[in-house]
């Protein structure tokens, strides 16, 4: 399989649950990202990783924790969310930090009760 | 920081007519400026993007123009199909020294063209 892969695409999960949403690219590149999307905002940066080191947290709540164990993969742990983070999470990638084009994945629609 | 407003957030056009959506950003130092169209359930995929050292670059029926001034770029589909029907999101970002800065995104447009 080729470019950005996300799992699970969909996700339910209570307030209290740890879960995590897995990223794999099959592109070859160094830079990683996590975007938050929800209706009739922008897209959110919310990390990110170069040559598996983070470059960036962008003030996201320590109930988000990501892991970076190689330039292919990239994780978001998940634990006690609350429901206003229910929305569309999107993983992308880029060849490294200094190309502008970012390839995403389908998404992970996460719905927290 | 960079804010990036985007208008309008709705748009029908009639199949074969034109469309247009715009975008003004705040950061004068922003000097590259990419359009995703995301179609619904799929992903953001690049269609276009600029820098700021042109002032228009086409592609096909897609063309984006920048006004580094007024600091404000646009997004034209000309001969618009059904399958153009998506949202479409514009970002701006520095690119400083060797590397790209975050990408800043608009809230969207949600584009319908009605056959």
């Known amino acids: 399989e080729t470019g950005v892969t996300q799992t699970p695409r969909h996700l339910v999960m209570g307030m209290t649950n740890k879960k995590s949403l897995k990223c794999e690219q099959h592109?070859?590149?160094?830079?990683m990202y996590w975007y938050k999307q929800s209706a009739k905002k922008p897209l959110e940066l919310m990390f990110v990783?170069?040559?598996?080191?983070?470059?960036e947290n962008n003030s996201v709540p320590s109930r988000f924790s990501p892991e970076c164990p190689n330039s292919s993969h990239l994780f978001l742990h998940l634990h006690t969310l609350q429901p206003e983070d229910s929305a569309l999470y999107l993983c992308?990638?880029?060849?490294?930090?200094?190309?502008?084009?970012?390839?995403f994945g389908e998404g992970s629609r996460l719905t927290v009760l | 920081g960079e804010n990036v407003e985007q208008h309008p957030s709705t748009l029908s056009v009639q199949e074969g007519d034109s469309a247009v959506i715009k975008c003004t950003y705040s950061?004068?130092?922003?000097?590259?400026f990419p359009w995703y169209k995301q179609e619904l359930g799929k992903r953001p995929q690049l269609i276009i993007d600029?820098?700021?050292?042109?002032g228009e670059k086409k592609d096909q029926r897609i063309a984006v123009t920048l006004n580094k001034t007024a600091k404000h770029f646009s997004l034209h589909i000309t001969e618009t199909q059904p399958e153009d029907s998506a949202v479409y999101f514009c970002?701006?970002?520095?690119?400083?020294?060797?590397?790209?800065?975050?990408?800043?995104f608009g809230k969207g447009t949600k584009l319908s063209v009605k056959p």
């Open positions: 970002a701006a970002s520095i690119r400083y020294g060797g590397s790209q800065g975050n990408l800043i």
């Open positions: 992308a990638s880029s060849q490294d930090r200094q190309t502008g084009e970012l390839f």
């Open positions: 950061d004068s130092a922003s000097n590259y």
């Open positions: 990783y170069n040559f598996k080191e983070q470059t």
């Open positions: 592109l070859g590149h160094n830079a």
């Open positions: 600029i820098r700021s050292n042109v």
